[in-house]
């Protein structure tokens, strides 16, 4: 068969606009907290479900999307997600409720990107083999530029208007540049032909990658100890890692910084992801993946830690900090899983796996909002948080090197 060059790369490229556009919305959800609690009486606690709902709802429906991309391939699911995104922000720009906010800010938005995201991100996984790790870096360095750009792009919409255009006009963009991602992306290459870039499948993964048997079915892994190990692991880290989404622009304002000072800390971390994103992932091919990823969860909890005990003039090193660990850990996670099943079932195995990320997402930003509220005191919640994402990583540890 053919190499599969110059087709993986579009499909990386595909893989980029789709996660660029879903979770930049997403992480707008910053920008308008406030203008929903304002508009609908809602508290904190409330309002932090919108994100709740979208970020975890995301992770959630991968379960379904995952087993769905590898029977009809990537593209009709993201397409859908896409649309369904871009829908779900226009209808929240019409709510006239606080409820009917979270059903299609927080509910549709979540779903649609779920759609869209384990489709997007198995197909890269499919495309490469050697550089798997630079690949899965440029197609989720997607969600730095997201991070980065989306929010601030729609503070600056919602600034000679209302929130409520900013996020009808989001939802135009969002849709645009979303399917015009899926439209790019293809199931495998063995299915047109061609062979994936990089090393013979049957060779070592990476250097200290582990060799995998390529015909794991999905039936099979998800019934293993190791992949219950590797689920409760990647719970553990997810609370952590869906923190400073939700509430650290909260946090600065309380701690004295501005609005814009404190959204900028967003744009941080989507810097500090990007970078992570391909540098981290083009390092893991030669370093070893596992390690690398490892080092990526221990990072991001040892970042949270030391968010729970920062002044005002610490939060940009932590946003950037966070953001490069971030970055690491969402490029790594799935060439981690490949690296550990093969790439026979690696949508329905991501997408099982990520259901893990939407109960991290769903528990802990409410429950870190609650603990605050009614302590007053929102460091400890965030020093909880960080030991518990370092007890994943020891159990992540052990997954890997069993």
């Known amino acids: 068969m053919r190499p599969a060059i110059f087709r993986g790369w579009r499909v990386v490229l595909g893989a980029f606009l789709v996660l660029m556009s879903g979770y930049g919305a997403i992480y707008s959800y910053a920008v308008f907290a406030d203008d929903l609690a304002v508009s609908f009486g809602a508290s904190r606690t409330s309002v932090s479900l919108v994100y709740a709902l979208a970020g975890?709802?995301?992770?959630?429906?991968?379960a379904v999307a995952g087993p769905l991309a590898d029977r009809i391939g990537p593209r009709l699911p993201a397409v859908a997600g896409m649309l369904l995104t871009g829908l779900g922000l226009a209808l929240a720009g019409s709510a006239a409720?606080?409820?009917?906010?979270?059903?299609?800010?927080?509910?549709l938005v979540g779903v649609g990107v779920g759609l869209a995201y384990v489709p997007a991100v198995a197909a890269v996984q499919r495309w490469f083999v050697a550089r798997r790790g630079l690949a899965s870096g440029l197609a989720a360095s997607g969600i730095g530029f997201g991070t980065a750009m989306v929010p601030a792009l729609?503070?600056?919409?919602?600034?000679?208007?209302?929130?409520?255009?900013?996020?009808?006009?989001?939802?135009?963009?969002?849709?645009?540049?979303?399917v015009t991602g899926a439209?790019?992306?293809?199931?495998?290459?063995?299915?047109?032909?061609?062979?994936?870039?990089?090393?013979?499948?049957?060779?070592?993964?990476?250097?200290?990658?582990?060799?995998?048997?390529e015909e794991l079915t999905l039936a099979t892994v998800w019934r293993s100890r190791r992949f219950g190990q590797l689920y409760l692991g990647v719970l553990l880290v997810s609370f952590p890692v869906s923190l400073p989404f939700a509430h650290l622009p909260r946090f600065a304002q309380d701690a004295g910084l501005s609005r814009t000072e404190a959204l900028g800390l967003l744009e941080l971390i989507g810097i500090g992801s990007i970078l992570g994103r391909v540098l981290i992932g083009a390092l893991a091919d030669r370093t070893g993946r596992e390690v690398t990823f490892l080092a990526c969860c221990a990072g991001l909890s040892a970042a949270t830690l030391a968010w729970s005990v920062a002044a005002p003039p610490g939060l940009a090193a932590f946003a950037l900090v966070f953001g490069a660990f971030y970055g690491g850990f969402v490029v790594l996670l799935p060439a981690f899983v490949v690296d550990l099943f093969g790439r026979r079932s690696v949508a329905g195995i991501i997408g099982l796996l990520y259901t893990s990320r939407g109960l991290g997402l769903l528990v802990a930003p409410p429950a870190v909002a609650l603990a605050a509220a009614m302590s007053g005191d929102g460091a400890w919640p965030l020093a909880a948080s960080a030991v518990l994402g370092l007890a994943g990583t020891a159990l992540l540890f052990r997954t890997a090197f069993r």
């Open 183 to 213: 439209l790019l992306l293809d199931a495998s290459p063995e299915g047109l032909g061609l062979q994936p870039d990089g090393e013979d499948p049957g060779d070592a993964i990476s250097a200290g990658a582990t060799a995998v048997v």
């Open 97 to 107: 409720s606080f409820g009917e906010a979270c059903l299609s800010y927080g509910l």
């Open 56 to 62: 975890g709802g995301a992770f959630l429906v991968s």
């Open 154 to 178: 729609a503070n600056t919409l919602a600034a000679p208007s209302d929130w409520r255009a900013a996020l009808l006009a989001l939802g135009l963009l969002v849709a645009v540049f979303g």
